[in-house]
């Protein structure tokens, strides 16, 4: 059982790098990711292949030799570089402010105008209401009064 730790586990990190160049290739920095993607891809193909071709040999000893342990040191590097990336990126690549500010501005007038909209509705409303309840002075027709001769 002992055989299978190290594969597994340098499976999972393979894995685990692979998906994280995928979630940051739809990023604002993406076309960096595109190529350790690639790798991660490679590296997890590799270490599924390794798991496999041990299940079907069955070795049942474990020897601590280098060849062994590389394919876990190896994907456990490997993740450690994806996260660096990463940070290293997140740190130099700036975000397009003009962008930012932009799409900022156009949500904060869309909710000003809403707001403005229902004042002016409500306004309009009371309007309307006052106008058609309120009390005028009753128009009484011109009474002609007969001329006294």
């Known amino acids: 059982m002992l055989v299978y730790i190290i594969p597994i586990t340098a499976l999972l990190l393979s894995f685990m790098s692979l998906l994280a160049s995928l979630r940051f290739i739809f990023s604002r920095q993406g076309l960096y990711w595109v190529f350790p993607a ?13 798991l496999l071709i041990l299940g079907e040999s069955g070795i049942a000893v474990f020897e ?3 060849r062994n342990f590389s394919p876990f040191i190896l994907s456990s590097l490997w993740y ?7 940070y290293a990126l997140k740190k130099t690549v700036a975000e397009n402010r003009f962008e930012s500010d932009s799409r900022k501005n156009r949500a904060e007038a869309e909710y ?3 707001v403005e ?6 306004v309009r409303k009371e309007k ?9 002075i ?6 002609d009064s007969p001329d006294i001769d």
């Open 80 to 86: 450690m570089m994806i996260v660096v990336f990463h």
């Open 38 to 50: 690639i790798i991660s891809t490679l590296l997890f193909f590799q270490n599924l292949d390794t």
């Open 117 to 122: 909209m229902r004042k002016t509705r409500k």
């Open 138 to 143: 009753p128009e009484i027709p011109e009474y």
């Open 112 to 114: 000003l105008m809403k």
């Open 128 to 136: 309307v209401k006052y106008i058609e309840n309120k009390a005028g």
């Open 64 to 66: 601590y030799t280098f």
